[in-house]
């Protein structure tokens, strides 16, 4: 999730709310330049990104609040450009499309890997690879909307793709949840609901509130919705825990990833590396695999 799309939907939230409460479209914007100190160019910029999105007449009517927060999180890309570089099989789950990844180690476990916000399965080839070649099956999917996922995204949507999703692993034993920046939100609720051997958070944030609050202060908390409200509810996981976040990411501070180590009751491990947000496994993915099998190893 980029800084700047952040800012852009953020904007547009608090201008088309407004609008819905019966303000008119040019008092809003007045408010945003002169009040908010918005450069006009950010305005339209926000404009034209809800416009590519096919929401026609954006300064005119007001969206449903739950329309707005899905273009604030969500950005799926429809197009997989790349694919295992092993063996693999493709997945009908329903209306979902995921692919199955055998180890080609030895194997020691299963992983459901859920991605983040932006693109789809096929940016997450080099974590399937590394996963596969240590010993893990890996059944990774798309979100509704995703890739060649049917449907739209949504906070409800994801969570029953994930249900969706648990119920097609070839061997529901020994089973690891691996979930990436929002990802992360989505495994921990299916851990929650249905406790796996363990859990594995990659950059995960502890709300959309405060991400929110954090790259776009000028927006009240009570316009942004409670959603993905992973501190509040990671208190009630019931399995293993590795958190794993990169020392300098600038989408999702460390501090979101100490917070959810710190709240989650036990047992728990946290391991920092020197990376960011989209590149941790880039940078890091020797040391990222080797702290995942040395933790499930002790499951």
């Not at 100190?37 to 404009?47: F, G, I, M």
């Not at 509130?209 to 993905?228: C, E, G, K, T």
């Not at 890091?284 to 933790?295: D, K, N, V």
């Amino acid at each position: 999730m980029s800084r700047s799309s952040i800012e852009r939907a953020t904007l547009i939230s608090v201008l088309e709310l407004g609008a819905g409460l019966g303000y008119q479209a040019a008092v809003l914007a007045r408010v945003a330049r002169e009040v908010w100190s918005v450069e006009p160019e950010l305005a339209e910029a926000a404009a034209d990104n809800l416009a590519a999105r096919g929401v026609a007449n954006v300064h005119d009517r007001a969206m449903p609040l739950a329309r707005l927060m899905n273009a604030l999180l969500f950005h799926p890309a429809r197009e997989i450009l790349a694919t295992p570089p092993v063996p693999y099989e493709d997945l009908t789950i329903g209306r979902l499309h995921g692919w199955w990844v055998p180890a080609t180690a030895p194997a020691i476990g299963q992983v459901l890997l859920f991605h983040g916000n932006a693109g789809n399965i096929g940016d997450r080839v080099p974590h399937v690879a590394l996963l596969s070649a240590a010993g893990f099956d890996v059944l990774a999917f798309d979100y509704s909307g995703y890739g060649q996922s049917e449907g739209r995204p949504s906070e409800r949507a994801t969570y029953e793709d994930a249900r969706a999703a648990v119920r097609a692993l070839r061997n529901p034993t020994r089973v690891i949840y691996l979930g990436e920046s929002l990802g992360g939100a989505v495994a921990l609720r299916l851990a929650i609901e249905r406790p796996p051997a363990g859990l594995i958070l990659q950059s995960t944030f502890t709300s959309v509130r405060h991400m929110a609050r954090l790259h776009s202060p000028i927006v009240p908390r009570a316009l942004v919705p409670d959603a993905y409200p992973s501190l509040d509810i990671i208190r009630g996981l019931r399995a293993p825990l590795l958190v794993l976040h990169g020392a300098g990411d600038e989408i999702v501070p460390l501090m979101d990833g100490q917070a959810l180590y710190e709240a989650a009751p036990g047992p728990k491990r946290i391991e920092v590396f020197e990376a960011g947000h989209n590149d941790l496994v880039s940078l890091a993915g020797s040391r990222w695999i080797r702290a995942i099998t040395g933790w499930a190893a002790e499951l």
